[in-house]
């Protein structure tokens, strides 16, 4: 078992106790420090309170389970609302939504592109860029792809 899946099994109840979902976990090396990250979400979005909530009983668990044999900062927050797509049921409950996607390598040029979300099987995605246009590429290829939220700002002069 890899360490993310042994820190996502290990805070299984509290998630459910506390009425949030895991988005997502990651177990990264930034500089010279090692970082624990969950990210979580809920109906009607999560609150700084349910992630201080959460990470003390999460906290807990880890000391007393000692998962990691080196030192690591746990974080605890949201995905945010342009949250990046990784797992098959995000993409599965994002269809139909507009996403940002940016390629390792740039396609004809271009490495970044928007469209609607709109098939995927897995491995391969499918997103309409224009009424006339379909994109379908691997996952693989991509650096990211992100829930797209237009912040239009109205009313404000200058």
């Given amino acids: 078992m ?5 820190a996502e099994s290990l805070i299984a109840p509290v998630l459910e106790e506390s009425g949030v979902s895991l988005w997502d976990v990651r177990f990264e090396k930034e500089g010279a420090n090692w970082y624990l990250r ?8 999560i609150t700084i309170q349910d992630c201080e909530s959460v990470s003390r009983k999460i906290d807990k668990i ?10 690591y900062i746990l974080e605890v927050g949201s ?15 994002h269809m139909g939504d507009i996403v940002n ?8 040029g271009v490495r970044d592109f928007m469209g609607v979300l709109t098939e995927t099987d897995g491995d391969n ?4 860029l224009d009424e006339d246009t379909e994109m379908t590429f691997a996952k693989k290829e991509t650096a990211y ?3 797209y939220v237009d912040f239009e700002i109205g009313g404000l002069d200058g």
């Fill in 62 to 71: 880890l000391d007393e389970a000692d998962p990691i044999a080196h030192s």
């Fill in 79 to 93: 995905p945010g609302i342009e949250r990046e797509l990784v797992k098959d049921w995000h993409f599965e409950k």
């Fill in 145 to 147: 792809i992100r829930l």
């Fill in 38 to 45: 969950y990210f979580l979400d809920k109906d009607g979005g």
């Fill in 125 to 128: 995605i499918t997103i309409i």
């Fill in 101 to 108: 996607v940016r390629f390792i390598r740039p396609v004809d």
């Fill in 2 to 6: 890899s360490t993310v899946q042994l």
